[in-house]
């Protein structure tokens, strides 16, 4: 049940990002955000704080393009997410998980917008994207918007799970059959991905749902560590470490250990408080990839096609004579071989 009680919901929050081992800058960012009190931080008030009539945000973002304009990508989009869901979602007088849903996908769609707009004015930074995983938390829900391959893994009882999809040419393959997951992770190819913010005027932003449990731990990553560490290690890590700065830079480490080919980047939340209802190891069915169903008037994109067969042709002038045509032919064809049979009989 959406928003099912007034109870408080805690939340305690910490992320970090690092170079890693082989970039000379980082193109990463992410932002924690307090929505209720406006106010996007690392200070102890945002850290640890009772969510709000207006909710949580958390965000990552992994930028590309070379040079300065990957930070900058990354940047105008953890920014203009939070700005928008300010100026739009804090002046909403329906404050209900559909408009929270809604707006939290807008602001996406208004970044990527932003983005694409800098880079057609600005021909040194053209091309530059990034991907993002934007959360935000109302109630006992969590809605996640995603574009990209940065993930977002839900920590239950110990156990990890993975409720973003990769936009990506490798997940299609694995969901096609045509790879394993292994298989994918190891692929040359595993870094292609099939959208980003910023490189086209439109972008099919991912929206989904999970309710949160007590004791849940939400993951946000770049693929930075998801790459190089396994979900399963995420959970170990995260669930045995209680403090989340050490748990941050204990996963951070991990991924340089194995080589740190790319920004690390980790955002960390962990949810208490009498408003959710309790987890354990016996709940993990209802954990997963869920799309959020926002109702037809309060969708701001076009959906992804669904193929649903071709409509009938509907005859005009010209086919109508080319049918008759055919017709006749046909008629006069059977009308030959009938006349020829009866002949030779």
């Not at 990508?73 to 007088?93: C, G, P, Q, R």
Request: glycine share 8%; charged share 25%; proline share 4%.
């Amino acid at each position: 049940m959406f928003g099912r009680s007034s109870k408080p919901v805690r939340v305690e929050v910490f992320g970090k990002t690092d170079l890693g081992r082989t970039r000379d800058h980082n193109e990463d960012r992410f932002l924690v955000a307090d929505l209720t009190r406006k106010a996007a931080s690392l200070q102890p008030d945002v850290r640890h704080h009772d969510i709000g009539p207006r909710g949580t945000l958390l965000v990552v973002a992994d930028g590309m393009g070379g040079a300065a304009a990957g930070e900058l990508a990354s940047e105008m989009a953890t920014d203009t997410i939070y700005a928008h869901l300010v100026k739009t979602w804090n002046a909403e007088d329906e404050v209900t998980p559909q408009r929270f849903a809604y707006r939290l996908k807008e602001a996406v769609e208004v970044a990527n917008a932003s983005i694409h707009s800098h880079a057609k004015a600005h021909p040194e930074v053209r091309g530059m994207g990034t991907t993002t995983t934007a959360a935000g938390v109302l109630n006992d829900h969590l809605y996640l918007t995603q574009v990209g391959d940065s993930r977002a893994y839900l920590i239950r009882g110990g156990q990890a799970h993975q409720i973003t999809k990769d936009q990506s040419l490798m997940q299609r393959l694995v969901e096609a059959g045509e790879l394993t997951e292994e298989e994918a992770a190891q692929s040359e190819r595993r870094n292609i991905i099939l959208q980003a913010l910023g490189p086209d005027p439109k972008v099919k932003v991912d929206l989904t749902h999970q309710e949160v449990r007590r004791g849940d731990i939400l993951v946000l990553c770049s693929d930075g560590l998801s790459g190089q560490v396994k979900k399963e290690e995420i959970a170990e890590i995260v669930s045995q470490t209680p403090d989340l700065s050490a748990a941050c830079d204990k996963l951070i480490a991990l991924a340089n250990e194995r080589g740190g080919p790319d920004n690390i980047t980790v955002v960390i939340a962990r949810f208490d408080g009498d408003g959710l209802r309790s987890s354990g190891v016996d709940q993990q069915d209802d954990v997963g990839h869920q799309v959020y169903p926002l109702i037809d008037t309060e969708t701001s994109t076009e959906p992804v096609p669904v193929y649903k067969g071709s409509r009938p042709p509907v005859p005009n002038k010209e086919s109508q004579k080319q049918t008759r045509a055919v017709v006749l032919a046909l008629i006069a064809v059977a009308a030959a071989l009938l006349w020829y049979f009866i002949r030779n009989k």
